[in-house]
Every structure is written in structure tokens, then in C-alpha cells.
């Protein structure tokens, strides 16, 4: 019977578990919180759970070599000490997380070893991944090329749980969500390199209208123009990544990065309120009115809607901070987790959204919509973990089963990855739907 290893027992971790297990796998996991990792062997005999502080290497490097592969759901930053140990112990390994430059930089020593480091393999990155290079390489087998390549991807509650003024909920960790708003990003458009700093984010925002769904807004992913390669896309005009959210997010993520909210940076918090740490952030008088003063501040009106939601959440309240230091990224994030939090029985959406244009020698010119509309499952499994953690399973299964031989640091943009996963992916209800049309004014075949 082949061991797996998993890291990390989060939102996301439940369908994968359960996965491997029903696929006759023993698995291991290991949590910082045992009662965690319990929970999600659910007493099974294949199962087994342990505590672990994942900065124990000793402790981490025996359990990797005790298992035949090691799925890491840790934070990214752990993923390149997992993939050292795997890799001195010969061990396959798999990330649900972009490929960071730490990480591609074990390629060559993954290789030598014989190793497969399997990642991007969720959702976002991951399912993305997959139905695009489907299409991306159905174009070229008709002798066609794409030229325009727009891709959205967002994780919402479902219409009937929006119900804060947010119009978000977390089903992945807040912190994450928090984070990525610090990124910069950069797309290729009309031909024209796009580079956006973290500070302008948010600005950076368009409406994406999803037929039967509504409208979006959308802000761009990262580093868009890197993916040119990893889908060999060279020479296409356009190539953008984008994340949804609900009307309204970026106006309020804006002005909370302007006002100071997504530092990382600690502050001496004993004794202090969140009243205290806002009024030190918008330099307000105690005498002040602290709506007012942060609206000043921010140079917005004290009735918008950034200014209403920081009063919903509490960031105005005399409620203590709860920690000795603490930044105001994490002290806000607190807050949000509790407010934006799922209530029993609500669901959870994942919107994937693909907008390829093709050209062809005859002189056709295609619009390819690729869709994919999936609920989490009531008192059951969150679409985020199971789009995020089924294919990850998929991908181990695939590579115990000898289906992925290939070795080093690997992206499922392959057809002898892409094309399996996606197969037992729509056998677990999760699908994308296509449609093609040909451009207007355009001749048809």
C-alpha cells in the first residue's frame, strides 16, 4: 500500500484526504493542530494523524522518508524546504501553489533525483491551467494560433449567502487573501506591457459581465506575461490574468492599502483598541469624529462605502486588539474572519472564466468562452476545497500509478497531465463548459 504525506489540515485539505483514502492510500496527516488533522482522517484505518511544527526539519525530514509522496498544503513559503527533503530522500511531492523561484530553482537536483514536484495543481493556479491548455492546444491542432488570451478566476459566496456588505466570504485562509492584495502585477495588452504596483492594485479594475452570473470586478493576477511561455503562447497581443470579486471590493481594498491596513509591519498593541490603531493610521485627535477623520484622510466622503464598511467591520470600536504586537494586515484579518465568515449550510461559488480569440490561415477568426460555474455542497464540502484539493489528489494518483513519469519541478499544462485530470474532475461534477463562435464580419469556414 503506497504512503502519502500531507502538510497542512486547512479549509482546503478534506476532499483530498478523503480522495486518497477511498482510493486505498494510506495517508498521514500532519497539523500544527492535531485535533485538525483528526478531523480529517475521521477515524478511517488507512488514516493517521500527528502534530507537527513543520520547522522541525528532523521531525519533517523522517516523515517524508517514511511516505512515497508528500502533498504540501502549507503556505508557499514552506514549499521549498518540503521539496529539499523530498528531493534528498528521493520522495514525489505535490503543491497546490504558484511555482515560486525558490522552487524552480530545485528543477535541476529534482531531476538528478528522479523526483517529481508536481504544483500548480488546485484551482487558481491549477483547473486554469488545464482547461486552457486544452483549448490553447486544440487550436493549434486545427493550425490555428491564439492571439488573445483573457483569464478570471474568483472565489465568492454564492448569491444567496451575499449577504454583507463585502459580498465576500472566506473559504480559503484570510491571511491569503489579505496578502494578495499586496501584490503587484503586470499583463501583456493590445501589445503593450502593462506594469502595475501593489499600491495601484486595486485601481487597476474592470467589469467582467459572466452570462448568467453577472457583473464582476476584475483586477489583475500577478505575473501574467510569464505565462506566455508556460503555455507557449509567444507572439499572442493579449495576455491577462485576472481575480473576481463582487462590486465594491476594490474600492475598499484600495483605501485600506492607502490608509495603511495591509501592513505587515508590527505595532505595539498592548493595552490598544482598534479605535486606537485607526486613529494613530489616519492621524485623528482623540477629540476627533474617527469615520471623519479617516475619510479626511483618505480623501472620500465619511457616507462611502469604504468608510461604512470599516464601521461594520469594527475597526472603529473599543475593542481590544487581543495581542501584544500585531500587524494591521493580521488585526484586520481577524476581524474580517469573523464577519465574512460562512455561516452552517451556505455555499460557496468558484467562477472560472476563459476568453481566448483565434486566427486561422484561411483568414477565420474564433471566440473561445470556456466556463466554469461550480457550488460548494450544503453542510458538505466548499467549492474552494474540493476545485482546490481534488485535482491535487488526481495528481497524486496519477504519479503513484506511474501516469506522470516525468521528473523535476512540473506544471499540468501537458496533455498526459491536463487531459486525465480533467477527465476525473468532470466525473466529480466539475466541469467547464465551451461554446465557440466565429467573429462578426469574419468569413465562415
Not at 476568453?355 to 455542497?377: C, N
Amino acid at each position: 500500500m503506497k504512503r502519502v504525506l500531507v502538510l497542512g489540515a486547512g479549509l482546503v485539505a478534506k476532499p483530498l484526504v478523503r480522495y486518497l483514502l477511498e482510493k486505498g492510500y494510506q495517508v498521514t496527516m500532519a497539523s500544527r493542530t492535531v485535533s485538525k488533522a483528526e478531523a480529517m482522517i475521521a477515524g478511517h484505518p488507512d488514516g493517521k494523524a500527528l502534530a507537527l511544527n513543520v520547522q522541525d526539519e528532523t521531525v519533517l525530514a523522517q516523515l517524508i522518508k517514511d511516505c512515497d509522496l508528500t502533498v504540501s498544503l502549507l503556505p508557499y513559503t514552506f514549499h521549498p524546504v518540503v521539496a529539499k527533503h523530498c528531493i534528498a530522500n528521493r520522495k514525489h511531492m505535490v503543491t497546490t501553489s504558484y511555482v515560486s523561484a525558490a522552487m524552480q530553482e530545485q528543477n535541476g537536483a529534482a531531476q538528478e533525483a528522479g523526483v517529481t514536484i508536481l504544483n500548480e495543481v488546485g484551482v487558481d493556479p491549477g483547473i486554469d491551467h488545464m482547461s486552457a491548455m486544452r483549448i490553447i492546444d486544440s487550436v493549434r491542432t486545427r493550425g490555428g494560433r491564439i492571439v488573445s488570451f483573457r483569464s478570471y478566476c474568483g472565489g465568492l459566496p454564492a448569491p444567496e449567502a451575499n449577504d454583507n456588505p463585502f459580498g465576500y466570504k472566506f473559504s480559503w485562509a484570510p491571511r491569503g487573501v489579505l496578502l494578495a492584495g499586496r501584490n503587484s502585477a503586470m499583463y501583456l495588452m493590445d501589445g503593450r506591457k502593462v506594469e502595475i504596483p501593489s499600491h495601484r492594485l486595486f485601481r487597476d479594475m474592470h467589469i467582467l459581465s459572466v452570462p448568467g452570473q453577472g457583473d464582476y470586478e476584475a483586477y489583475p493576477n500577478r505575473d501574467s506575461i510569464s505565462y506566455i511561455d508556460v503555455y507557449g503562447l509567444q507572439g499572442i497581443q493579449t495576455m491577462y490574468r485576472g481575480t473576481l470579486r463582487n462590486m465594491g471590493w476594490c474600492d475598499c481594498l484600495y483605501n485600506f492599502g492607502k490608509l495603511g491596513l495591509l501592513a505587515l509591519d508590527e505595532i505595539d498593541a498592548r493595552g490598544k483598541t482598534y479605535a486606537d490603531m485607526l486613529r494613530n493610521l489616519a492621524g485623528a485627535s482623540e477629540s476627533e469624529d474617527l469615520a471623519a477623520a479617516t475619510a479626511r484622510k483618505l480623501g472620500i466622503p465619511k457616507e462611502s462605502y469604504p468608510i461604512r464598511n470599516l464601521e461594520w467591520l469594527g475597526m472603529f470600536s473599543s475593542r481590544k486588539l487581543g495581542a501584544e504586537r500585531i500587524s494591521p494586515l493580521d488585526a484586520m484579518g481577524d476581524l474580517m474572519y469573523e464577519k465574512l465568515a460562512f455561516r452552517p449550510g451556505e455555499r460557496d461559488m468558484i467562477v472560472l472564466f476563459h476568453d481566448f480569440r483565434a486566427e486561422f490561415p484561411d483568414g477565420r477568426k474564433e471566440r473561445i468562452v470556456s466556463e466554469l460555474i461550480d457550488y460548494g455542497i450544503p453542510h458538505g464540502d466548499s467549492s474552494m476545497s474540493r476545485t482546490v484539493s481534488l485535482p491535487a489528489a488526481i495528481g497524486v494518483d496519477m504519479i503513484l500509478t506511474g501516469r506522470i513519469n516525468a521528473t523535476g519541478v512540473l506544471r499540468p499544462v501537458t496533455p498526459n497531465i491536463y487531459n486525465p485530470v480533467l477527465d476525473e474532475l468532470a466525473h466529480l461534477n466539475i466541469s467547464c463548459k465551451e461554446r465557440t463562435e466565429n467573429i462578426p464580419g469574419v468569413r465562415a469556414a
